[in-house]
């Protein structure tokens, strides 16, 4: 989270509410969809749309008077969507997929769990694979946009720890391990994000 929201002592909550509800607000005036493609609605147009529609002044009396927002929560997230575009682009990206896809209605097959995994395979046969994954709680009403987003973070931590590893320590690592056999390569898990990472 900016630290613009975090001096003002904004919830992930507050800062949900505020900013679905804006969305909402600019794919109706738009006539955006985005349930075949994410990003559809670009966020550049969306900030765009913010300020020139005035949609904090429009909406304020709402988020502070029907949705029991704080004043200063609000103030404090419009400085972000009409202050600096990398900080605001940082604060909208994680959560893009929440906003795009909240008007889908709730799914009727659950999801036990969720994987992503990477693997490469050398000249030489040695394979090396990075996976993640998340359990989800029995009975947890999380949302299309939710595990997108989870997807999004997930893949990002993928490429960080190739980033950060290479693909030679990879292959050393990997390399007196058996050779390769149908649905048997060796894993190196990503951690979790820390809670309240992903700001959502």
Known sequence: MPNELSSANVTQEE???????LFRQYVIDQDVDTDENLYSARMEDFVNWCEQARAFD???DRFVNSMNIREASVDAIRGVI?????RCAAMLMPMWPIFALQHRPQRTNAIKSTRVSFAVTF???TVAQITGGYRHEPGSQIGDGFICALLQDQ????VNTVAANGFDKLHDEHAQEPAETPGDVTTRPIAPPPPGRMGF
């Open 58 to 60: 429009e909406h304020h």
């Open 82 to 86: 009409e202050g600096n575009p990398w």
């Open 15 to 21: 800062l949900l509410a505020v900013l679905k509800y």
């Open 123 to 125: 000249a030489d046969g």
């Open 155 to 158: 893949l990002a931590q993928i």
